[in-house]
């Protein structure tokens, strides 16, 4: 088998705009070279690929879809090259299509949605390349996130009223509380947590933090004495930044995210934050 990685592939549709199983057949014809890829795709014929070459799809939109008994929700994001296309109606509709696609069959991941059925014969893969071929540009679907079983919300942000929405967050809390659902997903628009609670900071990451933070503080010249609380300051401020419990609520910076919950009695069991093209 040929030698290459999740990087490779998703380089070679930046690259090319074909399709994912096409982009990995390539790899393995090519030995994992990509430029090698690139060119076995145009020899194929790959429709618009020697045209889309070093074309970025960084505009687009994200859409949302909620059950009408908010127990489950879907959030995705579709790619393009400009925001003309972004904002055509044809392109929200693939974006919608596709979300609904998502809502009734819960695909595991990204490879399983690409694979999966979303017409007669035609996979979703294929019906992206279709969009792809039908609009021009360079159309990529790798992000979505869908949660079931509590009570769910979205907030979409548009940057620019002519636009369709570019920031969506999802939320899940343990129980109905829509008012909530709606102010801690506007807080996620604007404040782009990582992490739902410091447990979900990766050791690594926490440890490099404290590393800095005792460099930094021996740098300024505090006392050896005082480090290890400056230090543990510092890093509790890291997860203020960070994780989505701790931030300073945005409609009110003297409670955190976690005191507005715990005053409505609910959880927020998770979120998602899709920017387009970050």
Known sequence: ?????????????????????????????????????????RIKGQKGVAKREGRSAENGAVVSLISEDKTSGVLLELKCETDFVAKGEKFQSVANTLAAHVAATSPADLAALLASEIEAGKTVQAYVDEANANLGEKIVLDRFAQFTGGYVAAYMHRTMPDLPPQVGVLVELDKESAEVAKDVAQHIAAFAPKYLSREDVPAETVENERRVAEATSREEGKPEAALPKIVEGRVNGFFKEVVALEQAFAKDNKKSVQKVLDEAGVTLKRFSRIKVGI
Do not use: P
């Open 1 to 41: 088998m040929a030698n290459y990685t999740a990087a490779d592939v998703k380089k070679l549709r930046e690259l090319t705009g074909a399709g994912m199983m096409d982009c990995k057949k390539a790899l393995d014809e090519a030995e994992g070279n990509v430029e090698k890829a690139v060119e076995a795709l």
